[in-house]
């Protein structure tokens, strides 16, 4: 026999990349039944003859048979649900299922292996029958233990030191939406889930730092919050927590999108007013005066106070209703006029007020003035009723290194009341 053919009978060896006539011969070789399946359908290619006497039927029956068919439902799911993603030519860990096997449940342990045949990549299942003593008992145990863990309303994974998937419950696959073919290695993993190559890289450093942290002190990784991309397309923020059992690193995968979302809008309501969404009362005395309290005295700070002239009159005249909208009009034209880094806030009723970096006077009262133009230059169209509105505004400058913010704004408070006093409709200036 040549060196050629001695090598092509040698069985311990997984063919990697071979043709269609290597892999019939090597099947054909090995002592244990196999059965090559398609990864997306997992319906059988080929079939080696030990398989065939294993389940009982022809060779050519075998050929476009779903594995369901050939193992039962439950066996066929459970198929499904063990990755095994080891390097192409490696055979994953072994597991048990109790299949129907011409009609009879039997136990059998399998092997799922990754092989390329002229550049496809298949799967070929290895059976073992009549396993060792006990693996019948075994065999229930792995089945109660992997409904329990389908059950769990969390993704559960095992992946191998490498971070290779090994089981993820069909949990994981309803929250990320990939399937084993789709992930066939940790990169498809990162390139699918982080499309951003910043975030992607933001991701990995994350992912690895933690674990290295939590290995060195032998516990559970410290779990953090990443936004992941779903087969569908949908963004999702998922809480990763891991810890390493022996050579396996196990995972959880935790759906926050729900509570993070409801969290942000609870942060947001008590810093907004619910009724225009800028800056409540609260919220901007916080920022204002950790604004002051941290100033080096670099640049003054302009405070401007605001009130809706006769709005009394048009809640009388239009009604609450019409005088909420008013409001909420006055909110959106004022925002189009004060700057990004300004804080704009409604104190209370038709009072606002706005905190700015201005380094001279003119500065304030020229924000000011674009505030009252932008108000007075148009009437409020609300529901058909074409109201008239304007507004007097306070202004005046503080530095935040000399006074507390408290006296700045009586300052502007009193400003206010200047405008209002002398005909409304104004911008008044009180320096300090």
Request: with cysteine.
């Amino acid at each position: 026999m040549s060196s050629t053919a001695s090598q092509r009978t040698k069985t311990d060896d997984v063919p990697y990349g071979r043709s269609r006539e290597d892999v019939d011969f090597w099947m054909g070789c090995v002592g244990a039944p196999m059965v090559l399946v398609e990864k997306g359908t997992l319906h059988v290619r080929r079939a080696n003859s030990n398989a065939a006497v294993l389940f009982g039927l022809g060779l050519e029956a075998f050929e476009n048979l779903p594995i369901e068919d050939l193992v039962g439902r439950e066996a066929s799911i459970l198929l499904s649900q063990i990755w095994s993603v080891a390097p192409i030519g490696v055979p994953g860990e072994p597991f048990l299922i109790r299949a129907m096997v011409q009609a009879q449940e039997r136990v059998l342990m399998v092997q799922v292996t990754k092989i390329a045949i002229e550049g496809e990549l298949v799967r070929l299942f290895t059976f073992t029958d009549a396993p060792p003593q006990g693996s019948v008992s075994l065999a229930g145990w792995q089945e109660q233990m992997i409904s329990l863990l389908d059950w769990l309303p969390f993704g559960f994974e095992i992946a191998s030191s490498d971070d290779q998937i090994q089981f993820a419950n069909s949990t994981f696959k309803a929250l990320f939406g990939y399937t084993q073919d789709e992930i066939e290695s940790i990169e498809d993993w990162w390139r699918l889930v982080y499309p951003d190559p910043q975030y992607r890289e933001y991701a990995r450093t994350q992912w690895h730092s933690s674990i290295a942290d939590a290995r060195r002190e032998n516990r559970e990784m410290t779990p953090f919050d990443l936004d992941v991309r779903t087969a569908s397309g949908a963004t999702k923020r998922i809480q990763f927590r891991q810890r390493t059992v022996g050579n396996f690193n196990v995972n959880l995968y935790i759906d926050v999108t729900k509570e993070r979302a409801y969290a942000e809008q609870l942060k947001v309501l008590a810093n907004a007013d619910p009724l225009t969404g800028i800056l409540n009362r609260r919220r901007f005395f916080e920022e204002a005066e950790e604004i002051f309290s941290r100033s080096s005295g670099a640049a003054s700070m302009g405070v401007l106070m605001l009130d809706i002239d006769h709005f009394k009159s048009i809640n009388d005249t239009h009604g609450h209703r019409a005088g909420d909208l008013v409001l909420m009009e006055f909110a959106r034209r004022c925002q189009e006029v004060v700057r990004s880094g300004d804080r704009f806030a409604r104190l209370g009723g038709e009072e606002f007020a706005v905190l700015l970096a201005a380094e001279e006077p003119v500065a304030a009262v020229t924000l000011a003035e674009r505030i009252r133009m932008a108000i007075h230059a148009s009437p409020f169209d609300i529901e058909g009723a074409v109201i008239p509105v304007s507004v007097s505004i306070g202004a005046t400058l503080a530095d935040p290194s000399e006074e507390p913010f408290g006296s700045a704004i009586l300052r502007a408070d009193n400003a206010l009341y200047e405008a209002k006093r002398t005909g409304r409709n104004r911008v008044v200036m009180l320096g300090a």
